[in-house]
């Protein structure tokens, strides 16, 4: 498989900024830096929260043409990226309902692989099942 | 379909990145490949499972693969196994 291949890429969505930066750099570097994981945590003034315009920007920088997988951090985020994906009516970007470490973990290393968008938010959604110990 | 199997010692406990690396390698080949260490057996393409092997410097861990690319899978992945784990992480 290509590195030159688009790979789906992936927007985490937190709450809080640091928590965002601080997974995706984890999933990145688990994932071996191939992949594009872009955080979107906290609202535009730098608060706790989330922001529809820090999604949709992070949704632009991720989507390298084989689709972008959104996981939020608890559910009020999804509230957030819901109302925006129905004004953006792209079926190449997916929100997927997974724990927000390990399922990011977990779909920068499948995305890494060269797994297509429904193969990397399954595995997202795997590590529902995923014992640490 | 050829099945194809190896073993090695770890140098090094198999941390997060090597994890990722074994899973990332063994995601590209089309065979099913799994990895064994002590009594436990996960999917190699699953880097939560691998992590979840917890598997330690010293111990023996051997990867199992099935399919049409199985010999190839083997050899990347022990070699993957074998290098990263030197590196920790």
């Known amino acids: 498989m290509s590195q030159l291949a688009p790979q789906v890429g992936i927007v985490l969505v937190s709450h809080s900024a640091r928590l965002a930066e601080g997974a995706a750099d984890l999933a990145s570097q688990v994932g071996g830096g191939t992949v594009t994981v872009v955080a979107a945590g906290g609202t535009d003034d730098g608060g706790l929260g989330t922001s529809a315009a820090k999604v949709a920007s992070a949704l632009r920088r991720a989507d390298e043409g084989a689709g972008v997988l959104v996981l939020p951090d608890l559910g009020s985020a999804v509230l957030t990226v819901r109302a925006l994906l129905e004004d953006l009516r792209d079926a190449s970007v997916a929100l997927v309902d997974a724990p927000f470490v390990e399922g990011a973990v977990a779909a920068t290393v499948t995305a890494a692989a060269g797994a297509d968008l429904k193969s990397v938010a399954r595995a997202a959604e795997e590590a529902w099942h995923a014992r640490k110990f | ?89």
């Not at chain 2, 002590?38 to 190699?44: I, S």
């Open chain 2, 1 to 89: 379909m050829p099945a194809s199997s190896e073993s090695i010692t770890l140098e090094g406990d198999l941390h997060a990145r090597p994890a990722g690396a074994l899973a990332v390698a063994a995601g590209r080949f089309t065979a099913v490949v799994c990895v064994t260490a002590g009594a436990r057996t996960v999917d190699a393409k699953s880097v939560l499972g691998v992590m979840g092997l917890g598997a330690t410097s010293g111990q023996r861990v051997t990867v199992t693969a099935d399919g049409p690319d199985a010999e190839e899978a083997v050899a990347a992945l022990i070699a993957i196994l074998g290098d990263a784990t030197r590196v920790g992480g």
